[in-house]
């Protein structure tokens, strides 16, 4: 919770840092606001090659050029999952995270008319700005539905590949992530993440802000809590396909809502190698 402590009279007022010692709903309440704005205002980094997020540089000129660009106008993710996944024609394919529906409506082009594509996403702008998409283009081979990740809200063993970009690292429970991810794929079938993932200690500044949680940093996990998590939920042949270290501008960037620029204490402070962005894919084992 952001709160305000003021000095006294001809003192300057200080904000107190909104930590995040906070229960789930709080911490999923932030990110729906978050991503909620962002579904009603448009704003994406496609456009921009060097930028850590969004499409820029993580999609084929080809794939973009093939998208609504509504959706690109909200894309906010940190790769391309759709690149591992291995997806091809009749596959039903969930969609983790689905937001404005990049991702979701990728995989539609490669599943083709007789695939199917599932977008899930707890934030109800989000939802309502893909279903419009979806309606406005013409794609009917994707359908997206409202539902915290955590408790998908699709029957189990429907999925031949779960994808997700950039949205687990979101979640208070990932280990609940990864589970119902394994529930509603098929024996065989196949997951497919980008995430970001923890590779140094982040400044206590930073790991406790709930805009920054909101921002896919605070909430990031070493790869092996992440890989764990995977391993703990039945997953196998767990792979990291690559990995991109973010530099200390790229950080810097994914944090300009939390003000990084104006907090003192963070200023000189080198922000390169925390995180990175992995992409990862796993198998349900057919027995």
């Not at 890989?227 to 939920?233: F, P, R, T, W």
Request: overall charge neutral; charged content about 25%; glycine content about 10%.
């Amino acid at each position: 919770m952001m709160t305000k402590a003021t000095k006294k009279s001809g003192k300057s007022t200080k904000r107190e840092v909104p930590k995040v010692e906070s229960s789930g709903d709080e911490i999923r309440g932030a990110v729906r606001e978050h991503y909620g704005n962002l579904a009603k205002t448009g704003s994406s980094c496609c456009s921009t090659k060097e930028s850590s997020c969004g499409c820029g540089g993580l999609y084929s000129q080809t794939e973009i050029l093939s998208l609504p660009q509504d959706a690109i106008a909200v894309s906010a993710g940190c790769g391309n999952p759709t690149a591992i996944a291995s997806l091809k024609p009749g596959m039903v394919v969930v969609d983790l995270g689905s937001g404005g529906g990049i991702d979701a409506f990728l995989s539609a082009r490669k599943v083709g008319p007789k695939g199917l594509v599932y977008g899930i996403d707890m934030t109800p702008e989000m939802i309502h700005r893909a279903r419009k998409t979806a309606r406005e283009t013409g794609i009917e081979n994707v359908e997206f539905r409202l539902g915290e990740i955590e408790h998908i809200p699709l029957d189990a063993g429907v999925a031949d590949v779960v994808i997700s970009n950039c949205v687990i690292n979101l979640s208070p429970d990932k280990q609940q992530v990864f589970k119902e991810a394994f529930r509603v794929l098929k024996p065989g079938g196949r997951l497919a993440v980008s995430d970001i993932v923890l590779i140094s200690e982040l400044p206590e500044d930073i790991r406790e802000n709930l805009t920054a949680w909101s921002s896919c940093v605070s909430g990031a996990v070493s790869e092996k809590e992440y890989v764990g998590a995977m391993k703990n939920a039945g997953f196998e042949q767990i792979k990291v396909e690559d990995r991109v270290v973010y530099t200390h501008e790229q950080l810097s960037d994914y944090l300009k809502s939390y003000e990084y620029a104006d907090r003192p204490e963070l200023r000189g402070r080198n922000l390169s190698e925390l995180i990175a962005s992995y992409r990862i894919t796993a198998v349900r084992p057919r027995k």
